[in-house]
């Protein structure tokens, strides 16, 4: 599909701070003038469970969700959720994720092999590590801003509208420390 | 003006507010909440959590036909409790714009049933407009107002999740109509406002002479539209799905319907005329397509859209593709994983200071009747000490009718168990019929101070108003006596003494009579804000 529109997935877990990257994700691309999209779901399924948000945008955008297999990047904060959303994902899609593992509520064990599921299926995965990022930051409030830093080396909108939306949503005294992180998030590789 | 970026429900607030609406009532329910919350964020509009739906729109009629414009914020299944005054608000009218922001729910993201609400417009007999994204949504809210004032009649917004919940740009209006300050007034109109038969019987014929009107003018409404783009393909659809179906199909041709109660039939008739084949795409039941098939139109749309869950781009392209329509086709195959992966199902928070109860409950081996919200989440494992869970306030009066049933009247095995928003929705009710009618049961509340399912906010048993203003708590130990249960059937426990819960429970199960326990225990999420705040 060749539409001119961008589709990121951010998939996590819930409480891992999705929805607010997600927010300054959007809004970063609204302030680059394009029209913008997000989608993702509130309520009980979110209790402990997959937690999702579409972001799209280009010159115009209809759909708030991304069709299965057109997400451009796939950026997981969770290994499982990674594959558990894999469909979205195309074999030119870039997968971001990080190398972080939560147990879900009833299992006794968490699965293996999931890197090596994940490479199978995609030659395009990279796999970032956590504890590598958070050496280089101040607080670790700062984590999920920090990895919007390092999305932002392939997302192409300008550093401006990314200060601007993280302005607008860190909340009010945090920005430095936030801007800080987002620039060793760009830093990391 | 500065563009911003709104959820759905952030729009409908701002549209309301632009609208100048004086009051907005409400009851929590995902996906509608952040409506209420929204609104309350702008200045000069009364806004209240009221006890349930049904109150929160009999408050608005009040309001609405004293000349203030108000709003009232449900989702979906709030519309039930709330069906009997619509029916009859629709009878009476306004003075000033009363809209019903309601929210759907498709694929019961957050819901027990995926009921489709626009049959209420029908039945109630009341106009209904849907928009397609927040841009929409704003809008809509304040064409909403304007069309309850010319028309005489409550309007309902409705809304769905992916609407509610999802964010697009929104350019403000320029200037509002806001004229704040001065209060409003009622004036008397007996055979306008006062029910009765003869005079409901009068306002029966105007309801009709009303739907009749609409009907003509919805044709020349602008929220109504035919974009025309290749004639082989022709699409009705509304709401969330005419986004679907734009992303698949940019290039057919649409009538885009902005009112989905009642149709435009002349408008549909045209379409028809212009298009070879037409499609209708709507989620949940076939509410257009019937309509559409009773005017005696060739149309197609359940046959190949489910009549369960939500759509989405996929949904909508692959059946129209197999038909041989071209449109935004995939270029690359989407990955696929073969590696079965265990779900993350909801689960009761950890630290939640009522996981003992449920614990408490598995081990006794009670039948216990569930209710809606957080505790619904009993159900699953690892506690699954829960047996029904129908809609607000059922707990209480479904362990009524087992025992009836069952006919014990000395040995209780049933319990009731709720929250505390629940059990002010519709649980008072509930704990009177039984205390009346001499049950034996034992009725737990599980009070945590906070509506917390649907994002923590305040209710009757919580001190604290919408704003956060301090406002009187219910007295359950009072309430308890004055309904008639006996002093000593009445206890309080802390949330936290684990082992007290379970031998309470089990000394009020072996006790003659009605009981009523109140386990008391902060919600820890609610708790770590505040003391994050302090």
Redesign the interface.
């Known amino acids: 599909m060749n539409n001119g529109v961008h589709n990121i997935l951010m998939v996590g877990v819930g409480g891992q701070g999705i929805i607010l990257a997600s927010d300054i994700l959007t809004l970063t691309a609204m302030f680059s003038g394009y029209d913008a999209k997000k989608s993702e779901i509130h309520g009980m399924s979110q209790r402990g469970g997959s937690v999702f948000s579409h972001i799209r945008f280009g010159d115009k955008v209809y759909s708030p969700t991304i069709p299965e297999g057109e997400a451009h990047i796939l950026f997981s904060l969770e290994e499982m959720e990674t594959l558990r959303w894999l469909s979205y994902a195309n074999p030119e899609s870039l997968i971001i994720t990080l190398r972080t593992q939560i147990k879900p509520v009833m299992v006794e064990h968490y699965p293996s092999g999931i890197e090596e599921e994940l490479r199978k299926r995609s030659s395009k995965v990279r796999f970032l590590e956590p504890a590598e990022l958070r050496e280089n930051i101040d607080n670790n409030k700062f984590f999920n801003v920090a990895l919007l830093g390092v999305l932002s080396e392939h997302i192409d909108l300008p550093e401006e509208s990314w200060r601007q939306a993280i302005e607008k949503r860190v909340p009010k005294g945090s920005f430095d420390g936030n801007w800080k992180a987002f620039q060793t998030g760009k830093k990391y590789s | 003006m500065d563009?911003l970026?709104l959820s759905g429900n952030e729009a409908i607030a701002l549209g309301a507010f632009e609208a100048g609406v004086r009051v907005g009532t409400g009851y929590p329910g995902?996906?509608s909440t952040e409506i209420l919350e929204h609104l309350t964020t702008f200045p000069d509009v009364y806004t209240e959590w009221s006890v349930n739906e049904k109150v929160a729109l009999e408050v608005a009629i009040g309001a609405a036909i004293s000349g203030s414009r108000s709003l009232v914020t449900m989702k979906h299944v709030g519309l039930n409790v709330a069906a009997d005054p619509l029916f009859t608000a629709s009878y009476i009218g306004v003075k000033a714009g009363l809209v019903i922001a309601c929210a759907d729910d498709p694929n019961m993201?957050?819901s027990q049933n995926e009921q489709d609400n626009r049959n209420y417009a029908f039945a109630a007999k009341v106009p209904m407009v849907e928009p397609s994204?927040s841009q929409e949504a704003k809008d809509f809210t304040a064409i909403a107002f304007e069309i309850s004032e010319v028309y005489d009649t409550p309007v309902i917004l409705r809304s769905t999740?992916?609407i509610s919940?999802?964010?697009?740009?929104v350019i403000p209006a320029q200037d509002s109509v806001r004229k704040n300050g001065d209060s409003t007034v009622f004036e008397r109109n007996i055979k306008k406002y006062v029910m009765i038969p003869s005079y409901a019987r009068m306002r029966h014929v105007v309801v009709e002479e009303r739907m009749r009107r609409l009907e003509q003018d919805v044709n020349n409404l602008d929220i109504n539209r035919i974009e025309m783009g290749d004639k082989a393909l022709g699409i009705i659809t509304s709401g969330?799905s005419y986004?679907?179906v734009?992303?698949?199909y940019?290039d057919a041709s649409f009538l885009k319907l902005g009112m989905v109660y009642p149709l435009p039939e002349v408008l549909i008739r045209d379409f028809f005329s212009k298009v070879e084949r037409v499609f209708i795409v709507e989620e949940l039941d076939p509410f257009i397509e019937l309509r559409v098939k009773a005017m005696g139109l060739e149309v197609e749309g359940k046959k190949y859209f489910s009549l369960t869950g939500e759509l989405?781009?996929?949904a909508v392209?692959k059946p129209l593709s197999a038909l041989g329509y071209k449109g935004?086709?995939?270029?690359?195959?989407?990955?696929?994983?073969v590696?079965e992966?265990?779900?993350?199902?909801?689960?009761?928070?950890p630290g939640c200071p009522h996981r003992a109860v449920f614990k408490a409950l598995h081990k006794l081996g009670l039948t216990v009747t569930g209710d809606i919200g957080?505790y619904?989440?009993g159900a699953l494992?690892?506690f699954t000490s829960m047996d029904t869970c129908v809609d607000m306030g059922a707990s209480i009066t479904l362990s009524q009718g087992i025992e009836i049933a069952e006919g014990r009247d000395r040995e209780k095995h049933t319990v009731a168990i709720l929250g505390d928003s629940t059990f002010a929705h519709s649980g008072l009710t509930g704990l009177l019929n039984a205390a009346y009618n001499n049950r034996n049961s034992l009725i737990i509340v599980l009070d945590n101070g906070t509506t917390a399912?649907?994002?923590m906010q305040p209710n009757p048993l919580s001190g604290q108003r919408i704003n956060g203003d301090e406002t009187v708590v219910l007295d359950y130990q009072k309430l308890g006596e004055a309904v008639g249960i006996e002093n000593d059937h009445i206890v309080i426990v802390d949330a936290y003494k684990p082992d007290e819960i379970e031998e309470t429970i089990t000394n009020l199960v072996r006790k003659d009579g009605l009981s009523l326990l109140v386990i008391k225990g902060l919600c820890v999420i609610l708790r770590r804000k505040r003391e994050r705040r302090s």
């Open positions: 563009k970026l995902t996906p993201h957050s994204d999740t992916r919940h999802s964010m697009s740009v969330i986004q679907y734009k992303e698949m940019p989405n781009p996929d392209g935004n086709g995939k270029d690359k195959d989407e990955l696929k994983t590696m992966l265990p779900p993350r199902p909801p689960s009761l928070c957080c619904t989440l494992p690892p399912m649907t994002g």
